[in-house]
């Protein structure tokens, strides 16, 4: 579905990946996984089209998307949750959501997208005129979702869904990441709960200094003595 060739790309003088090759296939949840500053926040954004890319090729559905518009990648069909939730907060639910559907045209088809995401995150219909500012942390990754979601994507890229959440709220997110899947997203998720991310992947890598160190089933990954004692705590 989405496949990184040799992909390389800098900001400014810092190099930030360097010859990352990877494949996410239609259907699974591939984990990307590794320390601050490996390099998995700027994959997803190369794939997105913030950060140009220098060499190498990114392909989605069979077609190259690299360094295209990012407009152009959400029409796609390629969404992103990103870290920190980046939500609006002087802008209340409902307004994040249309912000979200810049790309629906017809009202009708934008009223029926985010009457669904009401139903599946009924705390934001509870809360759909209040101040997004307002929400708590929880609250506020689920909009963050919600608005990656209004654009119908087949590939959703989740960048730390879980940093800075209680407990709870973390298993709440990484439900809702499975649910996700199982009605057919296409999940590249970057979480820095390798233990979490890797028991609801299907395959994963771990990036080091920009580079793919590791690559496998997340059962692999899982038993792994290195990557269970450098990101495990094992």
Do not use: C, W
Request: net charge neutral; glycine share 8%.
């Amino acid at each position: 579905m989405l496949v990184l060739s040799h992909v390389t790309a800098s900001y400014g003088d810092v190099r930030a990946l360097n010859d990352v090759s990877l494949e996410v296939k239609k259907g699974e949840i591939f984990a990307l996984l590794g320390a601050n500053g490996a390099g998995k926040s700027s994959t997803l954004r190369s794939i997105v089209g913030l950060l140009k890319i220098s060499q190498g090729a990114i392909e989605f559905l069979g077609q190259r998307i690299e360094n295209r518009n990012p407009v152009d990648i959400v029409r796609r069909g390629i969404s992103m949750v990103f870290e920190g939730r980046r939500i609006f907060p002087e802008l209340t639910v409902r307004e994040n959501l249309v912000a979200g559907a810049y790309l629906i045209k017809d009202a009708k088809v934008r009223q029926e997208r985010m009457a669904e995401l009401f139903e599946r995150f009924p705390r934001l219909a509870e809360r759909q005129s209040q101040l997004a500012g307002s929400l708590s942390g929880g609250e506020q990754q689920m909009l963050a979702i919600a608005r990656a979601l209004i654009s119908k994507p087949s590939l959703l890229l989740m960048d730390e869904p879980s940093m800075g959440l209680a407990p709870k709220v973390v298993d709440e997110v990484f439900r809702i990441i499975v649910e996700l899947n199982a009605a057919g997203t296409t999940i590249l998720l970057v979480e820095q709960n390798a233990q979490r991310a890797l028991e609801i992947a299907t395959r994963a890598a771990v990036l080091e200094t920009g580079h793919v160190a590791l690559a496998g089933s997340a059962a692999e990954l899982l038993n792994n003595e290195k990557v269970r004692a450098a990101y495990l705590g094992m």
